[in-house]
């Protein structure tokens, strides 16, 4: 009986989400009133890497990261929608400081700070807010399917998709879309191809960047973000 | 002086003194009644880095927003009378209304300094009372990307106005 309780009650929280911790629920606002997910607005935003390849990388109730890189653009809307049944609206999420906001719904802080972004009603009234950290990012990471990268071995033929990923000074990740640029040593060991031609203002590469083994031999893979940058070698077979 | 003249004054005196008995008898119970009421601010979010807040002032830096509730009390029981926040029309803070009764969330839009007020009323008895705020918006101030870093216009952050 009691077995069946729990499973019950796990069943249920799993609707929730509790239970399963591969579901994305959104942030919960300050006020406690609403909650809100983090939009990757451009391919190159670590938040979104599980997706890369997918159609619509936005289509999940993320989570906010803990934090975002200064300079790096991204998005947060508010899940679900707010009012009574007749007038059941989706609220615009803007940021109170209007120079963190250089275009609708598309955020941008540049420089480290804590910065405030509401969704507010018809009225006037705030619905709820959150609060987004920005942090200096200070090195960056190849990532592939999620883990750090330090080498790449690939057959002939074989195409991955590698991430770059900005960190922070205590080398945590941070979210937003960064310009990238890639580049490989040889291509005619491997080859680069953009995964996703969209970035900040069509500005560089992507976050992303699928390889593919060409010819045996020893190369590498580099991608560059304004003064910041990380070289993998890769080895093809 | 006529007998009907001095009970004239006689009735005059207590009627006046009735009315001083009845006026004065009135404010001691209506002060009774209303007893003291007081007003007090209290944040309810977390605060933020650069935020303060003491009872007459508030400190917040740019972009940033701080939950306030202002509870208001007569004879130590809260009540929940209705509070009309009040801010200047400017560019440097906002007082919205929240979801939750009596709470407003201030908004440090640009850097400056004001005062904002909340009016409070009681509907049934017409007590009144206004509780003004100093507001201080902080700039974030200078910031240079450490050598080490992207976060100038080098690179990263390609979506400038």
Redesign the interface.
């Known amino acids: 009986m009691r077995l069946f309780l729990a499973a019950s009650a796990c069943l249920g929280v799993t609707l929730l989400s509790a239970c399963s911790g591969e579901v994305h629920q959104g942030t919960t606002g300050e006020l406690g009133v609403g909650k809100f997910r983090h939009v990757c607005t451009a391919s190159g935003d670590f938040v979104c890497a599980d997706t890369f390849g997918e159609d619509d990388f936005n289509d999940e109730q993320r989570r906010l990261p803990d934090a975002v890189a200064v300079g790096s653009e991204f998005g947060i809307e508010l899940l679900g929608k707010v009012g009574g049944s007749a007038d059941r609206s989706s609220l615009l999420v803007e940021a109170v400081r209007r120079a963190d906001e250089p275009y609708p719904q598309r955020f941008v802080i540049r420089q480290p700070a804590e910065a405030v972004f509401v969704a507010s009603k018809s009225s006037g009234d705030v619905y709820d807010y959150v609060v987004v950290r920005a942090r200096e990012a200070v090195a960056m990471q190849a990532v592939l399917e999620g883990e750090p990268l330090t080498e790449l071995s690939l057959k002939v033929g074989e195409s991955v998709i590698l991430s770059a990923v900005p960190l922070d000074a205590a080398g945590a990740s941070l979210g937003g879309a960064l310009s990238y640029f890639w580049s490989v040593g040889d291509d005619s060991v491997v080859e680069r191809e953009r995964e996703h031609a969209v970035s900040p203002k069509n500005h560089g590469d992507g976050g992303d960047v699928r390889l593919t083994g060409v010819s045996p031999g020893r190369s590498w893979v580099r991608a560059k973000s304004g003064v910041l940058g990380v070289q993998v070698p890769v080895v093809v077979e | 002086m006529k007998c009907s003249e001095s009970k004239l004054k006689l009735s005059l005196k207590r009627r006046g003194l009735l009315v001083c008995l009845a006026l004065g008898g009135g404010l001691v119970s209506q002060a009774c009644y209303f007893g003291e009421v007081t007003a007090d601010f209290e944040v309810v979010?977390?605060l933020?880095?650069g935020q303060s807040f003491s009872n007459d002032e508030l400190v917040l830096?740019?972009?940033?927003?701080m939950?306030l509730e202002y509870v208001v009390s007569r004879n130590g029981n809260e009540k929940t009378w209705k509070v009309i926040p009040i801010d200047p029309d400017s560019n440097v803070v906002d007082v919205?209304?929240?979801?939750?009764r009596n709470?407003f969330?201030v908004?440090?839009?640009?850097p400056g300094n004001l005062e904002i007020s909340f009016r409070v009323r009681d509907k049934r008895w017409y007590t009144r009372r206004k509780d003004r705020l100093q507001v201080t918006v902080l700039s974030?101030g200078d910031?240079e990307?450490?050598?080490?870093?992207?976060?100038?216009a080098?690179?990263?952050?390609?979506?400038?106005?």
């Open positions: 979010s977390t933020l880095e830096i740019e972009g940033q927003a939950t919205h209304n929240a979801t939750e709470q969330v908004t440090g839009r640009e974030r910031w990307p450490s050598a080490e870093s992207n976060g100038g080098g690179g990263a952050g390609g979506a400038a106005p």
